[in-house]
């Protein structure tokens, strides 16, 4: 079992739609929740950061982490053809080594 | 602010060649990775300084890749000699510290073996 699961999509959906990406994690050590967008041929952009469970939002862009469950997601709201991208969550514990675990990334496209 | 700056950012070689990677972190960035993300799949670590000493190069294949910080800023990803299956695209990234700190990624360099 991988420590950190995404479904890959792809996931298409209208501008204006509210997208909401997923992701399970297996390791209840993980204190540490990131999402990354990745366009293509670019490196990941750290998108948002919360730490252990509770909601965070940044403008159109909701972070949700609920430890009980083991469950993270992403809400993207009014979404933009620019907001088509991979991406990725990410995870990680409290050790000093900092070791971030990825899932595979979903893929969205927005449609105009 | 300056990015993470890698090079190049494409390289094709022949499979048993060696290939070198650079990267330059954000200023003052103590700590540095190394990430191999093959496509389809999310970014995998294989190195971590802090400074110029190793963290963590427990998922570094050490018979054939290498990587020095030898003054506590930029690096070197090395790969002697390369194989099919290291086509990827190869993801430095940076952070203040450890420690739950988030990462700052550069454009990586894809890698192509023929």
């Known amino acids: 079992q991988k420590e950190v699961e995404q479904d890959p999509g792809p996931l298409s959906v209208p501008e204006g739609a509210i997208v909401s990406l997923n992701c399970t994690y297996s390791?209840?050590?993980?204190?540490?929740f990131m999402w990354y967008r990745q366009y293509s041929r670019k490196g990941p952009e750290l998108l948002m950061y919360t730490y252990s469970s509770g909601n965070k939002e940044d403008g159109r862009f909701t972070a949700q982490v609920d430890k009980s469950s083991k469950y993270i997601s992403l809400f993207i709201r009014d979404s933009q053809p620019s907001d088509s991208a991979t991406y990725l969550c990410?995870?990680?514990?409290?050790?000093?080594?900092?070791?971030?675990?990825f899932g595979q990334g979903t893929t969205l496209q927005v449609k105009p | 602010e300056a990015g993470v700056a890698q090079s190049p950012r494409y390289k094709i070689i022949e499979k048993r060649q060696s290939v070198a990677f650079w990267c330059n972190p954000i200023s003052g960035h103590a700590t540095l990775y190394w990430y191999q993300q093959i496509l389809g799949q999310g970014p995998k670590l294989l190195i971590q300084?802090?400074?110029?000493?190793?963290?963590?190069d427990s998922q570094l294949p050490k018979d054939r890749f290498s990587a020095e910080r030898l003054k506590g800023v930029d690096s070197t990803l090395k790969i002697q000699p390369a194989k099919l299956e290291d086509s990827a695209v190869y993801l430095c990234?940076?952070?203040?510290?450890?420690?739950?700190?988030?990462?700052?990624f550069g454009d990586g360099t894809r890698l192509s073996i023929l």
């Open positions: 300084f802090q400074n110029n000493g190793v963290v963590d």
């Open positions: 390791n209840s050590a993980f204190q540490y």
């Open positions: 990410a995870a990680y514990g409290s050790s000093n080594t900092g070791k971030l675990i």
């Open positions: 990234a940076s952070s203040p510290g450890t420690g739950g700190q988030p990462q700052h």
